[in-house]
C-alpha cells in the first residue's frame, strides 16, 4: 500500500526533476521511490568474493617466497620512470 509523503524541498530542484522524471518516461513519485530504495538497499559485504573470482583462484600459481609489495613497488618504478 502507497502511503502519502510531504517533502520541502527547493523550487528549482523541483523543477529541474520534474524535467528530468518526464524525460526518463516516469513520475517523479516513482524517480524518488527508485532513489531512496537504492539509498537504502543492503550493501554486500566488501569481503564477499564474487562468483568470477573464485573461478579464477588457483589459476595462477606463485613460488613460496614471491614478495607482493615488492613486485607491486617494482611495476610501480617501472610505470612512472
Known amino acids: 500500500m502507497d502511503k502519502k509523503l510531504t517533502l ?6 523541483i523543477e ?6 518526464k524525460s526518463n518516461n516516469t513520475s517523479l513519485s516513482k524517480l524518488i521511490e ?3 530504495a537504492t ?8 569481503s564477499e568474493i564474487t562468483p568470477l573470482v573464485k ?3 588457483g589459476v595462477i600459481e606463485l613460488p613460496s617466497d614471491f ?9 610501480l618504478m617501472d610505470k612512472y620512470k
Do not use: M, R
Open 39 to 46: 539509498l537504502t538497499k543492503e550493501t554486500k559485504k566488501k
Open 8 to 13: 520541502s524541498l527547493n523550487q528549482s530542484i
Open 55 to 57: 573461478s579464477l583462484s
Open 16 to 21: 529541474n526533476a520534474k524535467i528530468y522524471a
Open 34 to 36: 527508485s532513489y531512496l
Open 67 to 75: 614478495d607482493e609489495k615488492e613486485a607491486y613497488y617494482g611495476y
